[in-house]
């Protein structure tokens, strides 16, 4: 059975309420009936009754064809999944002394990971003396975002956690 809002939807036997408010499969209103003169309501156009607001005073009722309601709503939901995109986070990694041919091939691999529309993760791992040094790093990390610049946003600016400086960019979104 499809699930909206993690109720079960009821329909024609199993609503057992005494008082429901009634829509057409026009959308009419039809008014407030018991659930017994609802019920002949739709079986006399071949159409099911279903409650579409179960806490509404009287719940509310519309004369439909459930299957058919139920295709289109699994439809939309198709629909919407195929629309979708996961982003992924990719990582560059950077050294404390990266030389200008290195800088270029990793800034390359993250420009082309943010032309897919993914996230990078740039980061330099300090090791042994270098830990003195995190000015370096920072100045390696600001070079990579200004170079990234027309492509992508700094969403997390370069920080120092334990070993490691991290630095998050996101693709510009589109206007």
Known sequence: MLTISSKEIQINEEITEKELRIIGSDGT???IMSAAQALELAAKS???LVKIAPQAKPPVCKIMDYGKYRFEQAKREKEARKNQRVIDVKEVRLSLNIDTHDFNTKLNNALKFIKKGDKVKVSIRFRGRE?????IGQATMERFAKACEE???VEKPAKLEGRNMLMFLAPKPNK
Request: net charge negative.
């Open 46 to 48: 071949n159409l099911d």
């Open 29 to 31: 209103q039809l008014g």
């Open 151 to 153: 492509a992508a946003i």
């Open 131 to 135: 830990m003195g040094h995190p000015e």
